[in-house]
């Protein structure tokens, strides 16, 4: 306890200094002030004055895109600075105690015109496509989708959640979600950095990429590899289960779910073009476009166009990606409508998958240079995915709003795998493929989304009701070709990239078939007492599930998952939180050993408590939370050999993640995570009460930004990240050391030929550690370094 109480005297100072910050803001909105803003973006400048003043800024980032600000310099008061920014850009800002809010001033009245009534180009309040705004800092926004209750503020929310912006995506220069993910101290990649797929855990347990990650709130359409992040405007993050609110993920993820926000048309014209390089030798571009047109500007258009190529800092990997999209919207009076389509091409030779299993009792060597891969140069994935989407929204009236949205994806995939390395001995041999496996598969995915919602009162309690349904369809066929492997031997220290002849397949394919059909309906109501200082939400979802393997109907459950929130605001700044909510997977069929062979489950129920705190100075915004979730898991009684879901792993944990400006000119996002993961309930108690393999006992974050003084636009950035020792196995024989990796970057805003341009600079792993990033023995990044350039026309 000593040492938890240790660690958390940074977060507890940096919120003591942010309410000190917060509280003189007020003051100093009445007084004059010494301000010094050199000729910069105006985005830039913005946030330079807010950061001079101690004020709170808020305004969409493409209000400003291609605004230049004029120098300010001397003493004034905010407003008289800040109209002094903002002279000729067509917009106001207006000064609310330590707040300022900037928007478009309004069109002067003509007295020899008919006055129309005022139309802003936004979405309703009840819409998902507007977007919660930026929180202090902009890295993080201050709420997110919440599925079956909405968009909601985080000290709203009776649930731990957090959304990274896509000026975070930019600046961190992430290519994949899995790089951007890496700022988030409950969320741990338990594959490499360019395996075949994006995988993560949460809260301890397992997110399988595409099957239980969302694309605009709907299940079945993501990338099953890797997601691209050139489209891509928040990436919302919600730790633990989710069945209300999301439905039933096809992989089953119970420790939290990804929700990717596709870009939408932006207020302002927004033409950005990046360059980009990384090592070893990967070269890139990528174009942003945004317009709106038509009466009012109702019309909106984005597109973005992306190209990358290059080898990476891992042996034999080459990654090649191209993406392409357009968004269109309508925003009229009552009617929203928005289309998204989206495509994807991608080949990563030698990714890093196939992981090196350990023989049993052997020891985990010491960690071989950072970037080793032990596949062979010959294997490969590539991906060719189309998606399309389109959401409609209807305002029936002022407190009442439905939406229906549907989403297709095509995706086809090739890949040449290699299977059967495992480690032989402390001296890092390890024998090399016994069997390489081609693949070729299409995946059709279907998805719709419908929600009613609404605002009554009974008395002094206000609700707010969510009726909706959601659900996926999926059809996969798969051909698969094995070839044997030479089964020769190598080193992880120094690898044979020739050892393994290039496979042949030359025999007939066997073909696998699965379609899934996954659909709930669901309803909850938010009552609101005493001011809104207390909200309770209660609701259900009933889930139905229907698996169809080679034709034959193979599981048809049903599941009703209750779930209960709690937000108490006992002072101001502050919410107290608790949930009770349920988790959903597929349950397994009877192996044939079972006297109940061929049984087909019930679907898993995953139980989560959690109850927190939140803490939102202004500038700082905190969130502490305790939880537990017990997840099931299917076993076979030694004596009586019936197979049921009597299994379970416990994992029991503290969060810390805070975000914002811990001091004036200096952004923060960090954290950590202790989880205690415990193997509760085993198969004949052989393991049980051993820790659950593959979840670290310690994580955290801690991501700088620091925006200099000696040199205006220039920002100095800094990154840490720490994972703790993990089991290999749930014998607890075998684990590997626990790691923590530094990066560091730069990033410069000036003017070129009158254009607004940014200039990034990152080096990943900046003391090159060599380390496993997971118990799969990948290995870590090697150090690299990352540049881009971004100019605005």
Known sequence: MRKTQFTLAPLALAAVLAVSVGSMAHAQTAQAISVSIATQPLGQALNEFARQAGLQLSFPAALVTGRTAPPVSGSFTAQQALDRLLAGSGLEARVNGNEVVVRRMPAPESSSATTLSPVTVTASANSTGDL??????????????LGLLGNTRVVDSPFSQSSFTAEFIQNSQAQTLGEALESSPSVRRNGSRFNQNDTY????????????????????????????????????????????????????????????????????????????????????????????????????????????????????????STHASVAMDYIGDKLRLFGHLNQEDQRLDAPLFGALTLSPGLQVPSAPDAGRNFNPPFVYTETSRLVGLARAEYDFSETWTGSLAFGAQNLEDEQVTASGQRLLNSHGDYSR?????????????????????????????????????????????????????????????????????????????????????????????????????????????????????????????????????????????????????????????????????????????????????????????????????????????????????????RNRGLEIETFGEILRGTRFIGGFTLIDAKLSKTQGAVNEGNFAPEVPKFSANLGLEWDTSFAPGLTLTARAIHTGSQYVDPANTQKIPSWTRFDVGARYALRAAGRPLTLRASITNLFDRNYFESTRLFTGSARSISLSATVSF
């Open 433 to 649: 493929p016994s069997r390489n496996r081609l693949t070729r598969g299409d995946r059709n995915g279907r998805s719709v989304d419908g929600k009613l919602t609404g605002s009554f009162q009974t008395g002094s309690v206000k609700h707010r009701l969510a009726i909706g349904y959601s659900g996926f369809r999926s059809k996969q066929s798969v051909d698969t070709i094995n070839a044997p492997g030479r089964g020769s031997n190598s080193n992880i220290y120094h690898p044979d990239p020739n050892a393994e002849p290039i496979p042949v397949f030359d025999t007939a394919p066997t073909n696998a078939r699965q379609n899934l059909s996954f659909g709930g309906l669901a309803i909850a109501d938010t009552l609101q007492f005493l001011d809104d200082r207390i909200l309770l939400t209660i609701g259900l979802r009933r889930q139905q599930i229907k698996v169809v393997d080679n034709g034959s109907l193979s599981y048809d459950r049903a599941v009703t998952s209750p779930s209960v929130g709690l937000v108490i605001k006992p002072w101001k700044n502050w919410s107290l939180y608790a949930n009770y909510i349920e988790g959903l997977s597929q349950g397994q069929r009877a192996p044939a050993d079972a006297v109940n062979a061929d049984e087909v489950l019930p679907p898993f129920v995953s139980k989560q408590h959690e109850i927190g705190i939140k803490h939102d100075s202004g500038n700082l915004l905190t969130t502490i939370s305790y939880f537990e979730i017990k997840r099931p898991s299917a076993i076979t009684d030694p004596v009586t050999r019936v197979f049921s879901a009597n299994g379970e792993q």
């Open 201 to 320: 855990t949460i809260r301890g347990f397992g997110v399988t990429v595409g099957s239980d990650i969302a694309y605009d709130g709907m299940y079945g359409i993501t990338n099953t590899r890797r997601n691209a992040m050139e489209g891509i405007e928040r990436i919302e993050v919600l730790r633990g289960p989710s069945a209300l609110l999301n439905g039933l993920p096809a992989g089953g993820s119970v420790g939290g779910t990804i929700n990717l926000v596709p870009k939408r048309p932006s207020a302002d014209p927004l033409t950005d073009v990046t360059l980009s390089y990384s090592s070893a030798s990967q070269r890139g571009a990528h174009a942003d476009l945004s317009r709106r047109f038509g009466p009012d500007d109702r019309f909106g258009v984005r597109t973005n166009l992306a190209h990358r190529e290059g080898a990476t800092g891992f042996d034999f990997n080459r990654d090649r």
């Open 132 to 145: 919660p705004k930026a929180y202090a800092g902009g890295q993080v926004a201050q709420g997110g989708s």
